[in-house]
Antibody, heavy 121, light 107 residues
Framework: QVQLVESGGGVVQPGGSLRLSCAAS????????MHWVRQAPGKGLEWVAF????????YYADSVKGRFTISRDNSQNTLYLQMNSLRAEDTAVYYC??????????????WGQGTMVTVSS | DIQMTQSPSSMSASVGDRVTITCRAS??????LAWYQQKPGKAPKLLIY???SLQSGVPSRFSGSGSGTDFTLTISSLQPEDFATYYC?????????FGGGTKVEIK
């Protein structure tokens, strides 16, 4: 079935780095734009980053620009989020999500289960 | 950046009630709006895309309307499984942004 599975979360000290992965299955991963969305404990959803189906375009939230890098390996059906210079305010559940259709991002129809990132000393 | 403002932030309703949630964009976004439902400890679920199109598998009691800056999510007859938090999201331009959420609780 269509599925996204995140991994790589954990506890990291402020200023540290972490790389999240999102393994896709059940659909043609290389045809869809992909996103990372996060949710701080008890808070709402915050869009983090987007990567085009072929990796040619990337966009970031201002809050992570210059610190986070989104990438993908279409041969491995895997999405990544490299997070550097982590701050306490980056503490959140991180979800990967798939664009509903190949030609636009009018909604995210498939979400992973989320992986928790805690930034604390 | 486009700001999305939802109201109310929380509400109490009974099974069978008609529920309406509003979302306002800080600038026009045509029909580039999606609605999601999230239950505690779970990932969000897409309900509506393009402001009024029902995602496959979503019950027909959910509907969306609006364009430009003002949008509405309506649940025609609230069911027990609908108690959750609802978010709007603009898909018009990057950075994509979500509303603050509306928590629908049992009265």
């Amino acid at each position: 079935q269509v599925q996204l599975v995140e991994s790589g979360g954990g506890v990291v000290q402020p200023g540290g780095s972490l790389r999240l992965s999102c393994a896709a299955s059940g659909f043609t991963f290389s045809s869809y734009g992909m996103h990372w969305v996060r949710q701080a404990p008890g808070k709402g959803l915050e869009w983090v980053a987007f990567i085009r189906y072929d990796g040619s375009n990337k966009y970031y939230a201002d809050s992570v620009k210059g610190r986070f890098t989104i990438s993908r390996d279409n041969s491995q059906n895997t999405l990544y989020l490299q997070m550097n210079s982590l701050r306490a305010e980056d503490t959140a559940v991180y979800y990967c999500a798939k664009d509903r259709v190949t030609v636009s991002h009018d909604g995210f129809d498939i979400w992973g289960q989320g992986t928790m990132v805690t930034v604390s000393s | 950046d486009i700001q999305m403002t939802q109201s109310p932030s929380s509400m109490s309703a009974s099974v069978g009630d008609r529920v309406t949630i509003t979302c306002r964009a800080s600038q026009g976004i045509s029909s580039w709006l999606a609605w999601y439902q999230q239950k505690p400890g779970k990932a969000p679920k897409l309900l509506i895309y393009a402001a009024s199109s029902l995602q496959s598998g979503v019950p027909s009691r959910f509907s969306g309307s609006g364009s430009g800056t003002d949008f509405t999510l309506t649940i025609s007859s609230l069911q027990p499984e609908d108690f959750a938090t609802y978010y709007c999201q603009q898909a018009n331009s990057f950075p994509l942004t979500f509303g603050g959420g509306t928590k629908v609780e049992i009265k």
